[in-house]
């Protein structure tokens, strides 16, 4: 059985910052149209129900991405299974640098914020479907997309399909990321609401002293393999990362708790369609 999906991405801000306060600034952005660059970090911030809260979230594997040249629409073709990360030596190799050097088996993904919203831990970005990663497919040669993404900023256009599924397993019940499930074994469910937001207005919001990406810069990252890539070299620079960005974060989420309590969310965010 094949099935097709969609995603898209957001860059991993894997980084920290020096946080000068969290009072909005008194100008105000015009509405979010078009994200400013392909290459902004961002945030995806989802409006959560409770079951999504609380079950592991899935999709099916996808075993490789086409792209129509013309319409820049691309299809998932999807494998027999459900999971959080392809199968693929990449992937199992950061799954398990995930597993032992960040900690999130047995976590939640969620971190809340207000209104139901929440983002999702830096640590999972590679692991939850609705992250905005970029996501390898399990095959991939030269005719095929190398990796697909649910944020279309970056993949260039839209996805055709995508399928999501909530499985009858608490999170804190996971106990390997490379785990897969039969499609009888999920509850498929609707897209939730989706906004992302670029990282850099979130900086502006809560006037931070530095950004995203000079941090990025300092590390040369621009996504977990890279963290991996870092730590693998270097555990103690690895460690390091990783408490900045930890910091960053819980900096972020009482931002973007301020920014929703003031009514600021649709005025700094784009919506997803």
């Not at 008194?26 to 149209?33: C, I, L, N, R, W």
């Not at 005025?267 to 369609?273: A, F, H, I, N, Y």
């Amino acid at each position: 059985m094949k099935k097709n999906f969609i995603y898209a991405v957001m860059a991993l801000a894997v980084t920290s910052a020096v946080i000068c306060g969290c009072t909005k600034k008194d100008s105000e952005p015009e509405p979010t149209t078009e994200p400013e660059s392909m290459l902004e970090p961002q945030l995806a911030i989802i409006k959560l129900t409770q079951e999504m809260q609380n079950r592991i979230f899935v999709s099916p594997v996808v075993d490789s991405a086409i792209v129509d040249s013309k319409t820049n629409l691309t299809t998932l073709f999807y494998g027999e299974e459900l999971v959080l990360t392809n199968p693929n030596e990449k992937n199992t190799a950061l799954a398990k640098f995930a597993q032992s050097e960040l900690g999130i088996v047995g976590t939640n993904p969620y971190l809340l914020l207000s209104g139901g919203y929440a983002i999702i831990d830096w640590r999972w970005w590679q692991f939850h479907p609705l992250s905005g990663e970029d996501r390898a497919p399990r095959f991939y040669n030269s005719h095929l997309r190398m990796a697909y993404s649910t944020n279309s900023r970056i993949n260039n256009g839209a996805i055709a399909n995508e399928e999501y599924y909530l499985l009858n397993i608490a999170w804190k019940d996971l106990s390997d990321l490379t785990a897969t499930w039969k499609f009888t074994e999920g509850t498929q469910l609707e897209l939730p609401e989706i906004r992302y937001i670029d990282c850099a207005k979130v900086e502006e919001y809560g006037k931070y002293a530095h950004s995203v990406k000079e941090i990025l810069r300092k590390y040369n990252l621009q996504d977990l393999h890279g963290l991996y890539v870092l730590f693998s070299g270097d555990a103690e620079k690895g460690k390091a990362c990783i408490a900045e960005c930890n910091a960053l974060q819980s900096a972020y989420v009482e931002t973007l708790k301020e920014m929703i309590d003031n009514n600021d969310l649709e005025k700094w965010t784009l919506l997803r369609k």
